[in-house]
């Protein structure tokens, strides 16, 4: 069975290390070597790493022969964003529920102190 | 090594099933029975799914003997969209970057079409 994309963008994001290559392409392109520095891994294991994100459409390679730059590529988190979009709504939800039951709970306390003992 | 957190969620949320359970519990608490209709699967692999979710805190069981509705828990997403929120500016900072590249584009055309020919 052919994985779907968001499935594909989810299992790429389920890895802590996956996740700090994404964040430090964030801030400019990078060299698989200059990628590995701080990760202190091999170069084979971090390329491992740098194929799930290319399959998943989170980054993509440059085409030069001697420097190969990883390029991260936000867009492909738009459907994880839009994804999350109705589950947004559930959560507001919840915190205005929260929001209006402390309101009553101050409005009976207010109340409380106001009348005579 | 302990899964950190997030990685348990994205983990659980890569699977169309998985996501379509949640989809369905953001309409109402669900009994595993009334759940495993609609996905024509079998109790024990929806249970098994059910499981996977739980764990990642994405929903939580019912305590009833009789029925044990499936919540779900939208917090637990949250995480995931404080995670989104630095790629989210990337994008939006690439779409900005279009936008204007689009009316320097058309600035040219109407300086072209007035200009004498």
């Known amino acids: 069975m052919p994985v779907d994309r968001l499935s594909a963008t989810f299992a790429a994001l389920a890895d802590p290390t996956r996740r700090a290559i994404l964040a430090r392409l964030a801030l400019s392109d990078t060299s698989v070597t200059e990628l590995a ?3 202190d891994m091999s170069l ?3 390329s491992k ?5 290319e399959r998943a459409g989170l980054i ?6 001697q420097w190969r730059p990883c390029r ?3 867009d492909a988190l738009r459907g994880v964003d839009d994804w999350l ?5 559930l959560w507001e939800e919840r915190l ?3 929001d209006a039951y402390l309101q009553t709970l101050q409005a009976k306390e207010k109340k409380h102190r106001h009348s005579p003992a």
């Open 96 to 98: 205005d529920r929260l």
């Open 49 to 53: 790493h740098l194929k799930v994100l």
């Open 37 to 39: 520095e701080p990760f």
């Open 85 to 89: 979009e109705r589950y947004r709504r």
């Open 72 to 74: 991260i590529e936000p």
């Open 60 to 65: 993509t390679r440059g085409r030069e022969a």
């Open 44 to 46: 084979p294991a971090v």
